[in-house]
């Protein structure tokens, strides 16, 4: 049962334009998401995180939108760039009884900025 | 660079055999985080430690087992290992514990190939 889901295994952008990338959940104890950037032979890069009493979180060109009633992510990359191109990932974590947050992943999405 | 460190970067061992995986984490953490991922598979969670002490446990198989040091560098055992064992194996690292909402540092990886 995949709890993380992103159905988009590939996008492709143009320079410039604007890149979406999104995300879907099942679990409704899910309280913190986060997305990750991963280039081949590399560990996954933290980008940004949003937290779920927010429904937004902007960190430059990165901006991360939560629509808890829809249990939807997503994350835009505006202007994008060549070097974003990479495989991005969404996480989520919850609170396990007197535990940390360990991570469920999505299955990544592909994204190729064209120049 | 993250600033968490894994070791070696590749492994390559047959069918039957054991091996340690070695992580370090970033300077100040005291969670380390285990996951894996295949080829068929995104990243999943197996095991994790805070100060010493294991907090959570995943997918991980019986045949696996972790460890964290005083020092809170991670040791992951792999034995019996099998074909499918092999892998790209992440170590993270984060400051908290448990409860406040924190983002994950990821290693490098271990490829572990099972011939």
């Known amino acids: 049962d995949q709890q993380v889901k992103q159905n988009s295994p590939s996008l492709s952008v143009q320079e410039g334009r604007i890149s979406i990338l999104n995300c879907d959940y099942t679990n409704s104890m899910f309280d913190y998401f986060l997305w990750y950037k991963k280039y081949p032979a590399e560990g996954p890069t933290f980008l940004i995180s949003?937290?779920?009493?927010?429904d937004k979180n902007e960190d430059g060109r990165f901006t991360v939108f939560l629509n808890k009633s829809a249990k939807h992510l997503s994350l835009h990359i505006v202007p994008s760039q060549p070097g974003d191109s990479a495989v991005y990932f969404c996480a989520a974590s919850a609170t396990s009884s007197g535990s940390a947050r360990q991570l469920t992943f999505g299955s990544g999405t592909q994204l190729t900025v064209l120049p | 660079d993250s600033g968490v460190t894994q070791t070696p970067k590749h492994l390559i061992t047959a069918t039957g055999q054991r091996v340690t995986l070695r992580c370090s984490p970033r300077s100040g953490d005291l969670s380390v985080y285990w996951y894996q991922q295949s080829l068929d598979q995104g990243l999943q969670f197996l095991i994790q430690y805070y100060n010493g002490e294991e907090r959570a446990k995943g997918n991980i198989l019986e045949r696996f087992s972790a460890q964290q040091f005083p020092d809170l560098h991670s040791e992951l055992n792999l034995s019996s290992l099998e074909l499918g064992d092999s892998a790209l194996y992440f170590c993270a690292s984060s400051v908290l514990g448990q409860g406040g909402y924190n983002e994950q540092f990821f290693g490098p990886g271990t490829r572990l190939t099972v011939l």
């Open positions: 949003i937290s779920s009493i927010k």
